[in-house]
């Protein structure tokens, strides 16, 4: 049974940091490929964030240069670290885990399990 548990979500200052951890348990490999999506209320969830097998890194343009994705192989931990934080950041903040190699990071459909999230809001 997989399960990923998002923590770290909070209230930040605009220009604050914050970073997000997701815990996988569940797996067999030690290497996957998973994303970040945000959403708020009556809106699609958006892809923020996608890491590949390999390590690489995948970023939504609205979050490009202040938001890291890294991956812990051997706590199964998935990280997301915020930076110079803006309002329009705010949104439930979940992982998602499961996704095949060379499909695409920013469409949830295409990911096998996802957390429950947790709330980032920045005033």
Excluded at 13 to 34: D, E, I, P, V
Excluded at 54 to 72: I, L, N
């Amino acid at each position: 049974h997989v399960q990923l548990v998002e923590s770290g979500g909070g209230s930040v200052q605009t220009g604050g940091s914050l970073r997000l951890s997701c815990a996988a348990s569940g797996y067999t490999q030690t290497r996957n490929c998973m994303g970040w999506f945000r959403q708020i209320p009556d809106k699609e969830r958006e892809g923020v964030a996608g890491i590949e097998s390999d390590g690489s890194t995948s970023y939504a343009d609205s979050v490009k240069g202040r938001f890291t994705v890294s991956q812990d192989s051997a706590k199964n931990i998935l990280y997301l670290q915020m930076n110079s934080l803006k309002p329009e950041d705010t949104a439930m903040y979940y992982c998602a885990a499961g996704r095949l190699s060379g499909k695409d990071w920013r469409l949830p459909h295409e990911y096998r399990y996802r957390g429950q999230g947790t709330q980032v809001t920045v005033s």
